[in-house]
């Protein structure tokens, strides 16, 4: 028999430019189960539902649900705490109050840890809840799943701009430094090499996290690019660091979870630039460099439809699974083949995602660490779909 209750769905970390595709997903699913007495949103997370700072759900039109759904970032608002037991005891008495007996959490590990921690509570004091994480993240590092809704489209907002960056500089020429946000995991990075048509397109040079980041060999890297093409466009992940793991370059800032800040800071573009003019020892060279902080995740229209579809599915199983299994977990994906792509979903325990993150596999990184392979291109390239045809006179 199925819970009987309210529910609270909430939305945590960085926005993406589907996860309202997945709040939707699961608000209509919700309608439609009786055992579901009512949805409430909580307003920024964890913080709104501390402070019962709720949105009534049942009340949207489906063409209101459907703008939403089609909104970049969170209609619910986001948050970036990453709550202790405290606020999870906080959290665990609101819902009792409330008589929420199911809770979906829309976010990245740091969330699926949250939702792990409040499912054991209710565990502990045999409360009938269940609680399923959403994923969400556009740096695509959550375990067990094929991939995250959210990184598909804003790795076609990358691989796009490289695109259009490249045909910038091979008018002008010069060497070009791109930074993609990516801590420790770069396949946002990495989706910059969908922007190549032919050989001498850019991204020329990759440089991920998951690599040692050399400041010599990245000097030789890019003189031996601009010596073969006369230019060089980079790709390189904000997280790159050296031999030791410390970032190449940072403000020395920290965010809300400790970690250095390294997102849209511009640090990073400077210092590479500064050892690109260095490598060419006084001789006149064009170097320029951009950070594209958090545009990647938030612009509207750039939407893989994969993405978009998958996010709204991921949305309405996570609460379907909930009202007819009753059982915590973390939603994910599950790819059935590449060509054509198919996929479905399936619910994995919630402490197979908590926490931890992964990265890309050494498969899909060239043996010289400053590229990728063929094969990350092919696990890619259905979920961003088609690219333009870019023209050329030269």
């Known amino acids: ?29 919700a309608r439609k189960h009786e055992a579901i007495t ?16 709720f949105i009534d759900l049942t009340t949207q039109s489906g063409s209101d649900l459907e703008c939403l759904a089609n909104t970049p970032a969170a209609g619910l608002g986001s948050v970036r705490l990453k709550p202790g037991k405290a606020e999870c005891e906080r959290v665990f008495e609101v819902f009792k109050k409330n008589d929420v007996r199911y809770f979906f959490y829309i976010g990245g590990n740091d969330s699926a840890e949250t939702a792990h921690i409040i499912a054991e509570m209710a565990k502990e004091e045999n409360y009938d809840f269940c609680t399923i994480h959403l994923p969400k993240t556009i740096d695509n590092d959550l375990r067990v799943t094929d991939h995250c809704p959210g990184f598909a489209s804003a790795a076609r907002f990358v691989a796009l701009a490289f695109m259009g960056d490249d045909r910038d500089n091979a008018a002008l020429s010069g060497v070009k430094i791109n930074v993609v946000m990516g801590r420790h995991a770069g396949f946002l990075t990495a989706a910059s090499a969908l922007a190549r048509q032919d050989e001498s397109d850019g991204p020329h040079l990759i440089y991920l996290p998951e690599r040692v980041f050399d400041v010599a060999s990245f000097q030789q890297d890019v003189k031996s690019v601009v010596a073969k093409y006369g230019r060089c466009v980079v790709a390189v992940s904000e997280g790159v660091g050296d031999k030791d793991g410390n970032p190449i370059a940072s403000t020395g800032e920290r965010d809300s979870h400790g970690n250095v800040q390294l997102s849209g800071t511009g640090a990073l573009g400077d210092f590479l630039s500064g050892k690109v003019k260095e490598a060419y020892a006084g001789e006149s060279v064009r170097v320029r460099a951009d ?3 958090y545009l990647q995740r938030s612009f509207p229209t750039i939407v893989s439809e994969v993405d978009a579809r998958e996010a709204r599915e991921s949305g309405a199983f996570g609460v379907k699974q909930a009202v007819e299994q009753g059982e915590n977990g973390s939603v994910a994906i599950r790819r059935l083949s590449s060509d054509p792509y198919a ?12 926490r931890e993150a992964t990265e890309m596999k050494d498969e899909y990184i060239s043996a010289e660490g ?15 779909g088609p690219m333009p045809r870019l023209g050329k006179l030269f």
């Open 291 to 293: 950070t594209f902080g």
């Open 370 to 384: 400053n590229d990728v392979t063929e094969a990350w291109l092919t696990y890619l390239r259905p979920l961003v």
């Open 343 to 354: 996929s479905d979903y399936f619910i994995t325990p919630l402490s197979t995602v908590a």
């Open 1 to 29: 028999m199925a819970l009987k209750g309210k529910m609270v769905i909430g939305q945590s970390g960085g926005p993406t430019t589907v996860i309202n595709q997945s709040l939707v997903g699961a608000i209509l699913e």
């Open 38 to 53: 009512g949805i409430l949103g909580a307003r920024h997370g964890i913080a709104g539902i501390m402070k019962e700072d």
